[in-house]
């Protein structure tokens, strides 16, 4: 079983799926999920709307909890770590944009990111250290990260071609070290008590 806490872009379902997991998934609102029930018509997980900082989700309720493209737009970032392993029991995987990658470059960048893409809007920064320290003081150890893409993700938008951003960013990191320049990040941190 895994738990999305604020999974309502349904980027897990499919890896989940394939795993052969149960998938819940915790959002803010109803609404949160229209486009994962757009998308998948047949998931069978739970939908939780809840709140994403203190849930009422029970303590180590979760042996997975994942958190996707959340950490960047909440306040309490450090609140909603917390909460992401006190809900879980062995294995918390984030995902955030690094503040050491082209993203240090962002507010610059971000009129024409807004013309490209619509509907886009501000977000935090944050360092590999910063949020392995949070989780260190909450009883977790990173185990596993991946650093996602050297491009700014504008770029690849503009783009518009999976084959010709697989180039480039193959090409990126032959020069750049995707695991420490790559943005967002995916860290994985397991329970120090199990």
Same mark, same amino acid.
């Given at each position: ?42 998931? $069978? &997980?739970?939908?939780? *709307? #809840?709140?994403?900082? %203190? ?11 994942? @958190? ?69 003081? $909450? &009883?977790?150890?990173? *185990? #596993?990260?991946?650093? %996602? ?11 518009? @071609? ?33």
């Amino acid at each position: 079983r895994a738990l999305d806490v604020g999974g309502g872009h349904a980027q897990n379902v499919e890896v989940t799926e394939k795993l052969g997991m149960k998938l819940d998934v915790l959002g803010s609102d109803d609404a949160c999920f229209d486009y994962l029930r757009s998308k998948y018509p047949n998931f $069978n &997980g739970a939908l939780i *709307v #809840g709140n994403l900082v %203190q849930s009422e989700l029970k303590d180590s309720s979760y042996p997975i909890v994942m @958190s996707y493209r959340i950490l960047a737009h909440i306040n309490d970032w450090k609140a909603h770590i917390s909460e992401l392993c006190r809900i879980s029991s062995q294995t918390v995987i984030l995902e955030f944009p690094n503040v050491n990658s082209v993203n240090r470059i962002a507010d610059a960048l971000f009129g024409l990111k807004k013309k490209i893409e619509g509907n886009t809007r501000t977000y935090q920064l944050f360092s590999r250290n910063q949020i392995v320290e949070e989780f260190k003081e $909450n &009883g977790f150890s990173l *185990v #596993g990260d991946e650093g %996602q893409y050297i491009a700014p993700m504008v770029v690849h938008r503009a783009l518009k @071609s999976a084959a010709i951003s697989k180039v480039l960013e193959r090409l990126l990191s032959l020069i750049l070290p995707q695991k420490y320049l790559g943005s967002p990040l995916i860290l994985k941190f397991e329970n120090l008590g199990n």
